[in-house]
């Protein structure tokens, strides 16, 4: 037999506002960072688990503030001066904990931001008093900022979120498979992005549709081989 090649093209990540949906796992800190104006202390803090669209939410924030975003591990080294006053993300910042440039570096951004009238916003899987942060100037900055927090995903937002990467991938898929799925899959928007990736190349490599016999075919490989 001729050996089929497929190929695992990359899919069309939105994250715009019109992308990102609203339910009631994440409504409140959605309204939350739709009134940055009114932040206490002009910073907040975005928690949630893997997955939970934090970092949508974060490019949410920065398409309407023009804010840079930057991930916690790049923060050594940063010209933290060109972004004083500005609007900055930092993502995954219960990285810095437990290495000294990094927090000190975190710090320093903090300080360089908000002293010019700048608005911070941070996101991390938990709030500060689980990071583990050494160094006090920034534990007690990061322990007063105002939090809010994405709850794991609901059935509406799993189903939503389903529809919108099957799109992204051009597969049309009807309602009955979606709530198929959602019961039967780990609570998470990773796990969907997932998902929705395995059932792709499966579809691919075999030149089958996306259909229920599949997906539980998938799903069975999925819960074999873990997150």
């Known amino acids: 037999m001729q050996e ?3 190929f695992d093209l990359p899919a069309r990540e939105n994250r715009s506002r019109g992308d990102f949906f609203v339910s009631p796992s994440n409504a409140l800190a959605f309204e939350t960072v739709e009134n940055w104006q009114d932040w206490p202390g002009r910073k907040l803090i975005l928690t949630g688990p893997e997955g939970a669209g934090k970092t949508h939410l974060a490019h949410v924030w920065a398409e309407s503030t023009g804010a840079e975003i930057i991930n916690a591990s790049n923060l050594v080294g940063l010209d933290a001066a060109k972004l004083s006053g500005a609007s900055v993300v930092v993502e995954n910042a219960e990285n810095v904990a437990g290495q000294p440039k990094v927090e000190t570096a975190l710090f320093h951004l903090h300080n360089l931001v908000l002293a010019e009238g700048g608005y911070l916003l941070i996101t991390a899987r938990t709030p500060p008093r689980d990071w583990g942060l050494t160094l006090p100037d920034l534990t007690s900055r990061m322990n007063a900022a105002a939090t809010a927090h994405i709850t ?4 509406a937002l799993l189903a939503a979120v389903l529809v919108k990467l099957f799109a992204d991938r051009q597969i049309q898929v ?18 969907a992005a997932r998902l929705v990736k395995q059932l792709d190349k499966a579809a691919l490599a075999q030149k089958r549709a996306v259909t229920h016999r599949l997906a539980a075919e998938v799903l069975d490989n999925l819960d074999i081989t873990g997150p």
């Open 4 to 6: 089929q090649f497929t």
């Open 152 to 155: 794991p995903p609901d059935d």
């Open 174 to 191: 009807n309602h009955a498979l979606i709530t198929y799925l959602v019961p039967r899959m780990h609570r998470s928007l990773a796990e």
